[in-house]
């Protein structure tokens, strides 16, 4: 099989620690959420944002999920839990089969059914996202819940390429600018914690900012998640229990140990 | 050995007991057995009792390697696995195709929220899905457990309180009688009843039309006389298993899950000599059980009827996952998990309600605890306003507040042991000084619990102004009151952004033990003279001349109460009350001596949360302050935390009850409130 690790029940996150140690590591994400382990935090530095729509590139089936790959130019993130400046390199997304699931962090046990992943990368100590990525400051990704709701206008430019990367490796150029920032639900605090790539190689190099406010995209939308494959053209289905579609693509929660979440009210 | 520090005599006791082995017990006093599982695990201690719930909390601590090493069998049954295991009787010839068929069925059980005939088929019977949803969240959990068996079953008997609130309880029993029908008596659907218990849901099963009953093994064993099979005839019954096929009563039962036996708990160091340790408490339990010592059964948790069993040695994780207990303890309604979040304004604070979740949580008291810390008082009654937090306990004088200014309701009070819910605000003072009267206060030094306060600052302030040493105009009073008195220390009168403010935190030390002046006249543990033991701490040593506190605060810390240096060698005879009407009093007459008496604290939450919710809350405090007041040796919810006192609720208090209505003592006070809030 050309996948070496998956979601499937021979692939699946259980397995994935073979091939990638760090994935049995002590600082892993996703986590359960639980109120009953949260410390708030007041900090006087606000969390900020800024991206440049022009620079959203394209989007790609990894074989995983979709995934948007961002110039990063002139967007910034900063403040909240973070010493000096991030930038956005990518943004992703997971999602279950049906709306119940897919989300990889859980709020109290809660699942929502999707949850976006905008990756960014240290640029005040590091010279690239791979270098970043090897430190545990590197990297710091927002993730955001989706639930089924109303359709989500700026999600659409992304949907509307979808069916052009039904197969695994295909890209399409989004063609409009499209603003990351719009995903990024308003007036609502988030959590913090230090964590791990939720893919392999599983790297603990991520500081998590997961906001508590979901945002709402359509049934529809999430339907269009539901339609990618993942294995190319060329290749033969794998017959997992998915028929080759990527229907669910979270990995499970992991123990948080003697981590902290602490959590902010913008 | 850890053992709760109450029990540090006996243990003293035990250890000086000779017996054949000649290793020696060292007793390590602890605050309570949550306690000692830190200490175990940090090697402060070697080992200690723990139960089942126990050991969760350990499995549950990060980066622990505790080892269970022995266990505490019964001499009736010193081979069985387990404690005891529960099991679902039927009779034999009942047509059920899996266990999806015990829909409809009639169903007979020990007792409302016991283990074997209530939680253990609820979370089994969750798990595969056999039964309803529990997460509704109009209602209660326990009303939505019995909801659930209600629409699962035609008829059953649940005996018991059903509500801890007599008029819920009735209102429940009404709407889902269907559960005390098969019951001896269905109209009181509680103990005693012929049907209920382990063996009463046996006869429930045999006699009075029951299909399937919930119970322990060696009940069942009982009842049908084995392996002499003089009474019932097991012929025609068996064991139902959860995987729906069924087990004659003769052969091996099938259990739905057991019950772990209580044990001894070490860690990983003490496993290599553990032989040696093990020889040491079956020594001391012959010697023990043969002269009655009443330190067998306090410490050791032994007794005439049970006997110390050696076990491979096994994690607690494994221990309770082998008798499948692990989910049974875990057992909720969600998701969503619902969590009463407690807003707290200090880190020991935060630590303790971090603590209580985890004990609270291990005892089957749900929802759980979750905790939130804010910096003040007042940004907590915030956040609960906000519903970014749920409850927190506050003095009388903040009660009010939060009344007016936040919406927030009170909902349990605290108790004082013979007092009930209210206390009297006094004024300490040296015996030997030369105060005589309220009025020749003017120019001393004073000490306050903290801004807004009852003792510390409502009560003098409403004694001045009615003594007219302070008129009635004077406004703003913390003014006038940094004009009366020479220095004060009134925590938390930083927040006034006034010059003369600083006079009122001149005598406030910070945190004295850690020598950080930085928190000085915080409102909270940071200053050490803050609180009723800080207001006292600052008569004592902080040049204060008089302390405004309550009634038990010197009883409290003196005579040896407080082992903390500041208060070891205090005396309580070193000090007198002032009475507001001239003369002083030895501080046990404070009911002739006190400005004024006050209504208890009281946990406060937000009055636009449904009323299902407020209930839920009320009763999850309830149970929490029950549980902990019967058994302050596994949390010690009232009492000191990490040597700081006054975290989540008074020391003090002995107990919550519910509140609905203003009492006597209310309306008397509102007039001292109204007094004193009546400046602006």
């Not at chain 2, 221990?319 to 057992?331: G, P, W």
């Not at chain 2, 070891?568 to 008496?597: F, I, M, N, T």
Request: charged share 25%; hydrophobic share 30%; glycine share 8%.
């Amino acid at each position: 099989m050309s996948i070496d690790w998956g979601y499937s029940q021979y692939n699946g996150p259980e397995t994935w620690a073979k091939c990638y140690p760090e994935a049995a590591g002590d600082r892993q994400s996703p986590v359960d959420i639980q109120q009953v382990c949260i410390k708030s935090f007041n900090t006087n530095r606000k969390l900020t944002w800024r991206y440049v729509p022009e620079n959203t590139e394209d989007v790609t089936n990894t074989g995983y999920c979709w995934k948007v790959h961002v110039n990063g130019k002139g967007s910034e993130l900063c403040g909240g839990p973070l010493e000096g400046k991030y930038i956005l390199e990518q943004f992703h997304c997971h999602w279950g089969e049906t709306n119940d699931q897919g989300s990889e962090h859980t709020v109290n046990g809660q699942k929502f059914a999707g949850e976006l992943h905008l990756v960014h990368w240290n640029t005040t100590k590091y010279h690239s996202f791979c270098e970043a990525a090897k430190h545990p400051d590197g990297l710091c990704v927002i993730g955001v819940f989706l639930k089924a709701g109303k359709r989500h206008p700026e999600l659409d430019k992304i949907t509307a390429q979808l069916p052009r990367v039904e197969y695994k490796g295909q890209r399409a150029k989004i063609g409009v600018p499209l603003n990351p920032g719009l995903f990024i639900p308003e007036e609502s605090g988030y959590y913090t914690y230090q964590g791990s790539l939720t893919t392999p190689p599983c790297s603990e190099c991520v500081i998590w900012i997961v906001f508590k406010e979901p945002i709402e995209v359509s049934h529809e939308q999430l339907m269009a998640f539901r339609n990618l494959k993942c294995y190319c053209e060329e290749e033969k289905c794998p017959c997992d229990e998915f028929q080759g579609f990527v229907k669910n693509n979270f990995r499970p929660t992991l123990p948080l140990g003697k981590r902290e979440i602490r959590e902010c009210r913008q | 050995m850890c053992v709760p520090e109450h029990l540090l005599d006996l243990c003293q006791q035990m250890s000086a007991q000779e017996t054949k082995s000649s290793a020696k017990i060292i007793c390590i006093p602890a605050r309570d057995r949550f306690e000692c599982i830190e200490k175990i695990k940090q090697r402060v201690a070697d080992f200690g009792t723990v139960d089942p719930e126990d050991m969760y909390i350990a499995a549950k601590t990060p980066e622990q390697d505790f080892a269970v090493f022995e266990e505490i069998r019964t001499r009736e049954e010193p081979e069985a696995e387990f404690r005891y295991e529960a099991v679902a009787v039927i009779h034999k010839d009942l047509d059920i195709k899996g266990i999806e068929g015990l829909k409809g069925l009639n169903s007979c059980h020990t007792g409302v929220g016991r283990n074997v005939g209530y939680k253990i088929p609820l979370t089994k019977l969750k798990q595969k899905g056999i039964i309803g949803p529990l997460n509704d969240p109009e209602l209660s959990p326990r009303e939505n457990e019995l909801k659930a068996f209600s629409t699962l079953f035609s008829k059953a008997c649940i005996v018991g309180k059903w509500s801890p609130d007599p008029k819920i309880n009735l209102e429940w029993k009404k709407k889902y009688s269907n559960l005390c029908a098969l019951c001896e008596k269905p109209e009181t659907c509680d103990y005693p009843d012929n049907f209920s218990g382990y063996d009463g849901a046996l006869r429930c099963l045999a006699h009075n039309g029951g299909q399937v009953a919930w119970t322990k093994v060696i009940y069942v064993r009982k009842f049908f006389g084995l392996p002499d099979g003089i009474k019932e005839n097991p012929e025609k019954f068996a064991y139902l298993c959860p995987d729906g096929t069924k087990v004659p009563i003769t052969g091996t039962p099938c259990r739905w899950a057991a019950r772990p036996w209580q044990g001894y708990m070490a860690n990983a160091d003490v496993v290599k000599t553990v032989d040696e340790l093990r020889r040491k408490i079956e020594n001391l339990d012959s010697v023990g059980t043969k002269n009655h010592a009443p330190w067998l059964e306090k410490v050791l948790e032994l007794n005439d009827k049970t006997v110390p069993k050696e076990n491979k040695i096994i994690s607690p994780g494994d221990y309770l996952d082998k008798a499948n207990y692990t989910d049974v303890i875990e057992r909720d309604y969600g998701p969503p998990f619902k969590t009463v979040r407690f807003c707290v304004t200090s880190h020991d604070e935060y630590l303790k309600c971090q603590a209580l979740s985890q004990a609270a949580f291990s005892r089957d008291i749900r929802p759980r605890f979750g905790c939130v810390e804010e910096k003040t008082v007042e940004s907590c009654m915030k956040s609960i306003r906000d519903n970014l937090a749920d409850i927190i306990s506050l003095d009388y004088g903040q009660v009010d507040k939060a009344r007016r200014e936040y919406n927030l309701v009170p909902i349990v009070a605290e108790q004082y042991g013979s007092l009930g819910g209210a206390y009297y605000a006094v004024a300490v003072v040296k015996k030997g000084s030369k105060f005589a009267s309220f009025a020749d206060l003017k120019g001393a030094k004073s000490c306050h619990t903290g801004l807004g306060r009852t003792a510390g600052y409502h009560a003098p302030l409403y004694t001045l102004i009615r003594l007219n040493l302070v008129p009635k105009n004077a406004c703003p009073y913390p003014k006038a009151l940094s004009e009366f008195f020479k220095a004060s220390c009134l925590p938390g009168a930083r927040e006034i952004k006034e010059g003369y403010a600083e006079h009122l935190c001149e005598l406030c030390g910070g945190d004295i033990d850690k020598r950080d002046v930085t928190t000085k006249c915080n409102h909270d543990s940071s200053e050490s003279y803050s609180g009723y033991t800080g207001a006292f701490r600052c008569l004592v040593e902080g040049g204060g001349d008089v302390a405004f506190v309550k009634h038990v605060t010197v009883p409290g810390n003196t005579d040896g109460h407080n082992r903390d240096k500041w208060a070891e060698h205090l005396k309580s005879g070193d000090y007198e009350l002032l009475c507001p009407d001239g003369g002083r009093k030895p501080v046990d007459q404070y009911e002739q001596c006190h400005l004024a008496h006050a209504p208890p604290h009281m946990v406060v939450t937000s009055h636009s949360k449904r009323n299902s919710e407020i209930d839920e809350i009320r009763n999850l405090l309830i149970s929490t302050s029950k549980q902990y007041t019967e058994r302050p040796d596994l949390f010690k919810l009232f009492g000191s935390f990490n040597g700081k006192k006054d975290l989540l609720f008074k020391d003090s208090a002995t107990g919550l009850k519910s509140v609905s209505q203003e009492s006597e003592i209310e309306k008397e006070y509102s007039k001292v409130l109204a007094l004193v809030n009546g400046c602006a």
